[in-house]
């Protein structure tokens, strides 16, 4: 079963609206971020919440593995603004959808710690 859910059955997770601030009024300070979407991995404790044009990999206990950002390079734009995201069911491997019709797959590192 998937810990992840969406209403067209692709396994991920899309929200409505995006775009930051620079606080919600509740002293917190620095720039917020909404939530776009959101997968969680089935067999590994790992899970991906896509805001804006970032992709943040946490562990279980918040804390960031790495964070895939908006670039650009010599092959062009690297990531879209984030509208989906979808673990493979048992390999480290995320697949990500974007507003402008792309989809990226990302492997994880064998060696990272979880």
């Given at each position: 079963s998937s810990s992840s859910s969406s209403s067209s059955g692709s396994g991920g997770s899309?929200?409505?609206g995006s775009?930051?601030?620079n606080g919600n009024g509740n002293g917190g300070g620095g720039d917020h971020y909404v939530m776009t979407a959101l997968a969680v991995h089935d067999k590994v404790p790992v899970?991906?919440?896509g805001q804006e044009q970032r992709i943040k990999i946490m562990n279980f206990n918040g804390d960031q593995i790495s964070v895939i950002r908006y670039h650009n390079g010599w092959l062009g734009q690297r990531i879209g603004p984030v509208s989906c995201l979808c673990f493979h069911p048992y390999k480290i491997m995320l697949s990500?959808?974007?507003?402008?019709?792309i989809v990226s797959v990302y492997r994880g590192d064998q060696k990272a710690k979880v």
């Open positions: 899309s929200g409505g775009g930051s601030g899970l991906a919440v990500a959808g974007a507003t402008d019709s």
